[in-house]
């Protein structure tokens, strides 16, 4: 303890001052903040009202009376307001799933098993069902739309993907040719496009005794689309497993879906975990897509929330709010899956030492 | 012939069979619901609506358009300005991501730490935020008349971004014809000479002199003569110059920043990826820094650069479909018009998810090509 603060104080100085570039360097970035920071500091705090009405607020400086205000629209956009405990229970179920999920002492099948319950107990909860208050999905919004369609089209496509990963693989020439055509069509269309098939195809193409509501055809037509991007993580994670295992299932007897199932699948799922969240964390960034077909998600309820007559403009304190809410959950990913990374090739050099 | 058919359908043959003719039916089932619908609100079927007239303007465009015009010259106008802002945002964000990724991973604590924090929060929050974010401040500008000029020539105003622009003065029309005659013509001289394997510094350097001969004689010859024109006030507006529409600067600045962030990160990988050995070893010979990074570790990294940047140059492409949450006419959001105003929505879409497929391969077969080139030689991959 007692040493470690000279030695920061040595790496500051080489770091920062050590050559005479680096100085240089250090004095124009120095020079660059200055321009940067204190404006940015004047209109957050100096010139910023945190209390009253919108008449209040100044214009020059942030209006953080509006966050306060209008925090819980964006959160829960239209959902009505004697009701919010149930969007709020359900990001508190949606949360507590994927934490366990991350954890790796909770790995296993009841966790398995647990995830379709989590999932419909959620959609019951949303609509109200069994209630005499049923809420319809044009009036969900906010984070837990966010939350709950990056889930459900997550867990619900990697199934899908796994076995577009098998086929893609497989010697059956009909189900590889499917395979390949279906991933690559997925791949090369944008999202904005699968999001339009969903709103204008999807409801002309089922029967008419068969009609869902937006937030279900948007789902559909997400996962499927994710289940492409997904299975082609996983085939790479397929083609890391060595020849051999597959061999010597087969001179074990097993037959193919039991190879599959017992051993080529749970060593290349281990795999592939780190980019699957990597994965996952673009996904959720990618939700924000719905606004454009007209979903309340979290982004959008952001901006409707400026759209407010009573709090017109102020887009810049919404924008920053959800900012921070995507920020934190990705930024905690992406720490979460460096974490995953190091830890599996940790165990794997840990396993090699000991042989 | 027929073996080699069955050795590639490989096992299980009918249950393949069934399971393929079960997606058909399920396909056949959703069109001929389709077609029913059409035929209920009286649509009629087909890609004849491209013939007819479109009574919508389009705010900017690359081909004059005016409403009245055909679907088929709206939807190519669209497809065009997807096709500039994402060549420019390519382009743009690969300078800047290579810059970006260098500089952060500049031994200097503070450097590094500000473009560590930058490339994070870009990452780490949603496109379409950024494209809001942009959107607005691009609409906060002030106006023409107030607005501050950067270097005198680049304005910043809330009816868009004004550069300036380089045009031909005097001259017959001709002459750019002519012009892209003789780039093209050095141009390929260059390719040819690459491609039969001849091409060194000396020849390569020759054609490169040649063809600017041949331009500047032909300027010379015509009388006419490159004019920079640069955007002034006059009277409430700015005229003369290049000007960028709001959204369209929004667009390319978003994407820009965003691609940049993310070519950013494969570009410090790679560099990372050449061993500390190479720039030891390269050190050991005499080389300096310029020619180490050039001669030696460029070449490598390349490797582990080249299919990673593809991929997220097709990400680009894919998400300039973004434009239609702030108002860019791009592809997407004419045929999302096209479709809402004639109700031809299959074919409207199936033309959107043809075209960016069109692009997908043509780009993937552009990168694949040159990392052919870059690949290391006798690598199957």
């Not at chain 2, 500039?84 to 031994?107: P, Q």
């Amino acid at each position: 303890m007692t040493k470690a603060f000279p030695r920061l104080l040595t790496t500051l100085r080489t770091g920062l001052f050590g050559t005479r570039t680096n100085t240089l360097i250090t004095l124009a970035t120095l020079l660059l903040l200055t321009q940067i920071l204190p404006p940015l500091f004047r209109w957050a705090v100096l010139d910023a009202t945190f209390t009253g009405s919108a008449e209040a607020c100044n214009r020059v400086g942030a209006c953080w009376a509006f966050v306060t205000a209008k925090l819980r629209f964006i959160l829960f956009a239209f959902y009505p307001s004697d009701l919010l405990w149930r969007p709020a229970l359900t990001i508190l179920l949606l949360s507590a799933i994927l934490t366990a999920s991350a954890l790796p002492g909770f790995w296993g099948r009841p966790l398995l098993a647990a995830w379709p319950f989590t999932i419909l107990a959620c959609w019951l909860l949303m609509q109200g069902a069994f209630t005499t208050t049923p809420i319809a999905s044009n009036q969900w919004g906010g984070l837990p739309v966010t939350l709950f369609v990056w889930t459900v089209c997550f867990a619900a496509a990697t199934p899908i993907a796994v076995l577009l990963a098998l086929a893609r693989r497989s010697t059956l020439g009909g189900l590889r040719t499917f395979s390949v055509l279906y991933i690559e069509l997925m791949r090369g269309t944008p999202m904005v496009g699968i999001l339009y098939v969903a709103m204008l195809i999807l409801p002309m193409a089922l029967p008419d005794a068969l009609s869902l509501d937006k937030m279900l055809r948007a789902i559909i037509m997400i996962t499927l689309f994710w289940a492409a991007y997904i299975a082609e993580v996983i085939r790479a994670g397929l083609q890391a497993i060595p020849s051999g295992q597959n061999e010597a299932a087969t001179a074990l007897g097993l037959g193919y879906w039991r190879t599959q199932r017992l051993v080529i699948l749970p060593q290349a799922l281990r795999i592939v975990i780190p980019g699957m969240v990597n994965l996952a964390i673009g996904f959720l960034l990618a939700t924000s897509l719905l606004a454009v077909i007209g979903i309340f998600d979290l982004l959008n309820a952001a901006r409707a929330s400026a759209n407010d007559p009573q709090w017109l403009g102020f887009y810049n304190e919404a924008y920053l709010v959800v900012a921070v809410v995507y920020f934190g959950i990705c930024f905690g990913a992406s720490r979460y899956s460096r974490w995953l990374e190091r830890r599996f090739s940790g165990g794997a050099a840990a396993a090699a030492r000991k042989e | 012939m027929l073996y080699r058919l069955r050795a590639w359908w490989g096992g299980w043959p009918l249950g393949q069979l069934a399971f393929l003719l079960a997606l058909a039916l399920v396909g056949g089932l959703f069109v001929s619901n389709v077609l029913g619908t059409m035929a209920r609100i009286g649509i009629l079927p087909g890609f004849g609506f491209l013939g007819s007239s479109a009574n919508f303007e389009i705010g900017e465009s690359a081909i004059a358009f005016r409403a009245g015009d055909t679907y088929f010259k709206a939807i190519l106008a669209g497809l065009l300005n997807t096709l500039k802002v994402s060549l420019l945002g390519c382009v743009l964000a690969t300078v800047l991501g290579v810059v970006i990724g260098v500089a952060g991973l500049s031994r200097n604590l503070l450097l590094s730490g500000l473009i560590r924090w930058f490339i994070e929060i870009t990452r780490n929050t949603p496109l379409l935020l950024q494209l809001f974010f942009w959107m607005a401040i691009a609409k906060a500008l002030p106006a023409p008349r107030q607005a501050p000029a950067l270097f005198d020539t680049v304005f910043l105003t809330n009816r868009g971004v004004y550069i300036p622009s380089i045009a031909l003065e005097g001259g017959p029309f001709g002459l750019l014809a002519a012009l892209a005659l003789a780039g093209a013509l050095g141009a390929a001289l260059v390719l040819t000479l690459r491609l039969s394997g001849r091409l060194t510094r000396r020849n390569g350097t020759a054609a490169v002199v040649l063809s600017a001969a041949a331009i500047l004689s032909l300027l010379a010859l015509s009388g006419a003569r490159p004019v920079v024109q640069a955007p002034a006030l006059a009277g409430f507006n700015i005229r003369g110059g290049l000007n960028l529409s709001p959204e369209f600067a929004a667009l390319l600045t978003g994407l820009v920043v965003k691609f940049s962030a993310l070519i950013a990160e494969i570009v410090r990988a790679g560099i990372q990826s050449v061993g500390a050995g190479q720039w030891e070893a390269a050190r050991a010979l005499g080389l300096h820094d310029g020619q180490i990074i050039r001669l030696v570790v460029l070449p490598q990294a390349l490797r582990v650069i080249t299919p990673l940047t593809t991929s997220s140059y097709l990400d680009l492409t894919k998400d300039s479909s973004l434009a239609v949450a702030i108002g860019f006419p791009d592809l997407v959001s004419i045929i999302n018009t096209t479709a809402n105003t004639t109700g031809q929505s299959m074919e409207a879409l199936i033309i959107l998810i043809g075209s960016f497929l069109a692009i997908n391969l043509a780009l993937s077969a552009l990168m694949n090509a040159y990392n052919n080139r870059v690949a290391l030689r006798g690598s199957t991959r």
